[in-house]
C-alpha cells in the first residue's frame, strides 16, 4: 500500500523535472534569403539594450551566441553580412496538478464493485514558475530585414548557483541555434 501511494509522487516529481529542464523551439525564416552567403556577424545593440532583461544577463547570452556561432565558422566583424539581436518575453505559469484517482466518498464504478464507498487521495497541487522566451534574430546587414528568428520558450530557474544559471542560458542558446542556419531544399541536378 505505501508503494502505492509513492507513485503519484514520483510521477509527479519526474514531469516537474522534465518542465523544468526542457526548452521548446519554434523558428522562422526568409525562404528568399541565402543562409550560405551569411559568414560574418556583428550584435545589433539598438535591439539588445530594449530587451528587459538584467545587463549580466544580456552579457551571458551574448556570450552564449559568440561561442555558439564562432564553434560553427561564424566570425564576428565590424562589416558584418548578418546583425544578432535579442529579446524576452515573461510569462506567470500556474500548473494544476490533480492527484485524485476517483477515490473517495460517493458514488463509483469499477467492474467488481458498485456503489458507495470512502478511499483515499490527495487533492490537486498547484505550482507556479515563471516561464521565459529568448528570441535571437538574425538580420540582414545589407538589407536591414529579418532572416531568420528563433525562440525558445522555458524556465531559467531561480537560482543562486551563478555557474547553474550561465549552463540554462548558454542550454536556450543551444537549443536556439540548432535550427540556424535553417535546412532548406537543395536543388537537384
Known sequence: MKNLKLIPLVALTLVLLASCSSVRVVSDYDKQANFNTYKSYAFYKT???KAQISDLDKKRILRAIEAELGSRGFVKS??????ISIFTKERERVDVYNNNFGWGYGGFYNPWVWGPGWG???GNNVSTSTEGSLYIDVIDANKKELVWQGRGVGTLNNTKSIEKKEQRIQEFVS???KEYPPQTAVAVN
Do not use: A, F, R
Open 47 to 49: 535591439g539588445i539594450d
Open 78 to 83: 565590424d562589416t558584418p553580412d548578418v546583425l
Open 120 to 122: 483515499w487521495g490527495w
Open 175 to 177: 537549443q536556439i541555434l
